[in-house]
């Protein structure tokens, strides 16, 4: 048998934007596709027409005793168990059994995390294919409506980050044909945990780390990093930016004469590593990971040409709270290590010690923002929640906290508007789904 069916419901919210491009099968006139195996007639549906009462209603019409949804659902934390959810009410609400098939893989963004499974017509789950992976789900499914087979777990938040993430950068790299990838190391959290997510995703042999310390930079960061890099075995090297600087802030100095040493000074430095780290891109034909959490991003620390310069931002949708849980998450796994042992791959040291951009004396994050723990809450509410500023003071938090960070939200979209792509692991990320004017001449 061949037929053709026609998706009928068009999201429109978040990343889709399938209304702008396609027509629903409603309006084609196309009606619902019915099929049979073993004796089984099996409705046909796409994605989003799950969601709606009408498209499964119109299949069991049509004699399906069975509904089978195809699916490129994109990935955000705990998705899976929304999901389930949803597909159950549609299983109870129409009578029948069904079975999800969902795609796995990354494109640009957004990561499809698998996990098919079947319910039956009580929406109880009877089988489900593992996460992140592809896999062929065999299902049986009984006269009676029941449903039976494999039933993978389900992983925890910090795991269905990781695989995420991890899976996110491999199809980036590999789809687009990159060799390699190029990472700036610091010794700090961030560059750490893109570290040990691109070495799971790619292997240590088509990952290199390099180095670059400042006139700032502590011991304990080359050190700590140093130490990193042989622990995962990956190509390591350093490169000190001193000579650069000093060469800018002689070319400028004329230009800048009378006036005190400032962000400018420390923006030198950050576009410096990130023209080293580009050169080598060019150089080499591998991707320049950039190393930039989403709580920098919201914020504009992060500087533009500098730090963000790259091809693919890995973290750029994971708060710093949640870097910190992924790189203990990652450390209590048991990973192999270069020289064969068993152990955590991040140096204590880089997750216990205060976080700091060192371009200038002394400096910490916290020396200007919020503490993280405040910072992400307010993020969260704000941009993923749609809360308003009232509503988040009402909350318990600070009106001063409040107002800037949401300032520092507004101020900062030209920035986001100049990074490179980054992997979505929330329901928002600063992408296809975040679209705020820079522009706004009401703001102050």
Same mark, same amino acid.
């Given at each position: 048998?061949?037929?053709?069916?026609?998706?009928?419901?068009?999201?429109?919210?978040?990343?889709?934007?399938?209304?702008?491009?396609?027509?629903?099968?409603?309006?084609?006139?196309?009606?619902?596709?019915?099929?049979?195996?073993?004796?089984?007639?099996?409705?046909?549906?796409?994605?989003?027409?799950?969601?709606?009462?009408?498209?499964?209603?119109?299949?069991?019409?049509?004699?399906?005793?069975?509904?089978?949804?195809?699916?490129?659902?994109?990935?955000?934390?705990?998705?899976?168990?929304?999901?389930?959810?949803?597909?159950?009410?549609?299983?109870?609400?129409?009578?029948?059994?069904?079975?999800?098939?969902?795609?796995?893989?990354?494109?640009?963004?957004?990561?499809?995390?698998?996990?098919?499974?079947?319910?039956?017509?009580?929406?109880?789950?009877?089988?489900?294919?593992?996460?992140?992976?592809?896999?062929?789900?065999?299902?049986?499914?009984?006269?009676?409506?029941?449903?039976?087979?494999?039933?993978?777990?389900?992983?925890?938040?910090?795991?269905?980050?990781?695989?995420?993430?991890?899976?996110?950068?491999?199809?980036?790299?590999?789809?687009?044909?990159?060799?390699?990838?190029?990472?700036?190391?610091?010794?700090?959290?961030?560059?750490?945990?893109?570290?040990? *997510?691109?070495?799971?995703?790619?292997?240590?042999?088509?990952?290199?780390?390099?180095?670059?310390?400042?006139?700032?930079?502590?011991?304990?960061?080359?050190?700590?990093?140093?130490?990193?890099?042989?622990?995962?075995?990956?190509?390591?090297?350093? *490169?000190?930016?001193?000579?650069?600087?000093?060469?800018?802030?002689?070319?400028?100095?004329?230009?800048?004469?009378?006036?005190?040493?400032?962000?400018?000074?420390?923006?030198?430095?950050?576009?410096?590593?990130?023209?080293?780290?580009?050169?080598?891109?060019?150089? =080499?034909?591998?991707?320049?990971?950039?190393?930039?959490?989403?709580?920098?991003?919201?914020?504009?620390?992060?500087?533009?040409?500098?730090?963000?310069?790259?091809?693919?931002?890995? =973290?750029?949708?994971?708060?710093?709270?949640?870097?910190?849980?992924?790189?203990?998450?990652?450390?209590?796994?048991?990973?192999?290590?270069?020289?064969?042992?068993?152990?955590?791959?991040?140096?204590?040291?880089?997750?216990?010690?205060?976080?700091?951009?060192?371009?200038?004396?002394?400096?910490?994050?916290?020396?200007?923002?919020?503490?993280?723990?405040?910072?992400?809450?307010?993020?969260?509410?704000?941009?993923?929640?749609?809360?308003?500023?009232?509503?988040?003071?009402?909350?318990?938090?600070?009106?001063?906290?409040?107002?800037?960070?949401?300032?520092?939200?507004?101020?900062?979209?030209?920035?986001?508007?100049?990074?490179?792509?980054?992997?979505?692991?929330?329901?928002?990320?600063?992408?296809?789904?975040?679209?705020?004017?820079?522009?706004?001449?009401?703001?102050?």
């Amino acid at each position: 048998m061949q037929a053709t069916y026609c998706k009928r419901e068009l999201p429109n919210y978040q990343v889709f934007d399938e209304r702008r491009y396609f027509a629903s099968g409603r309006d084609a006139g196309c009606g619902p596709v019915v099929f049979e195996v073993d004796g089984l007639r099996c409705g046909l549906l796409i994605c989003e027409d799950a969601w709606f009462d009408e498209p499964a209603e119109a299949a069991k019409a049509a004699g399906a005793q069975l509904l089978c949804v195809l699916n490129a659902s994109p990935f955000h934390l705990d998705k899976h168990g929304e999901r389930e959810a949803r597909m159950a009410q549609r299983a109870r609400a129409v009578g029948l059994p069904l079975l999800y098939a969902h795609m796995v893989g990354g494109q640009d963004e957004v990561v499809f995390d698998g996990a098919s499974f079947a319910l039956d017509a009580q929406g109880l789950v009877g089988a489900r294919a593992p996460s992140f992976e592809p896999a062929t789900l065999v299902v049986s499914v009984n006269a009676d409506g029941r449903v039976s087979g494999p039933l993978a777990p389900l992983p925890p938040l910090e795991g269905q980050a990781w695989q995420a993430l991890v899976m996110g950068v491999r199809d980036y790299i590999g789809k687009n044909g990159f060799p390699g990838a190029i990472i700036g190391l610091s010794g700090g959290i961030d560059s750490a945990l893109v570290l040990a *997510i691109a070495v799971d995703a790619l292997g240590a042999d088509k990952v290199r780390a390099v180095m670059m310390p400042s006139p700032y930079t502590a011991d304990i960061s080359w050190l700590d990093a140093r130490d990193m890099a042989e622990r995962l075995g990956v190509r390591y090297d350093e *490169i000190a930016i001193s000579p650069v600087f000093e060469g800018f802030k002689q070319a400028l100095a004329a230009q800048f004469a009378g006036l005190p040493e400032d962000t400018t000074e420390e923006n030198i430095q950050a576009r410096i590593r990130g023209t080293l780290l580009m050169a080598l891109s060019n150089k =080499i034909g591998s991707i320049v990971l950039t190393t930039g959490n989403k709580s920098e991003m919201a914020t504009g620390y992060c500087t533009l040409y500098g730090d963000m310069a790259g091809g693919f931002a890995v =973290i750029k949708d994971v708060a710093k709270t949640l870097v910190y849980r992924l790189a203990e998450w990652k450390n209590r796994q048991p990973t192999r290590r270069a020289d064969g042992s068993i152990g955590p791959v991040i140096p204590e040291r880089i997750i216990t010690r205060p976080p700091s951009a060192e371009l200038r004396p002394d400096q910490t994050d916290q020396d200007s923002l919020p503490p993280y723990e405040v910072l992400d809450a307010i993020l969260a509410r704000y941009m993923e929640e749609d809360q308003g500023i009232e509503e988040i003071v009402a909350a318990g938090f600070a009106r001063e906290d409040v107002e800037k960070v949401t300032r520092l939200i507004k101020i900062n979209e030209y920035k986001r508007r100049q990074s490179p792509v980054g992997i979505r692991i929330t329901h928002r990320a600063f992408g296809r789904d975040w679209r705020y004017p820079i522009t706004s001449k009401f703001r102050a």
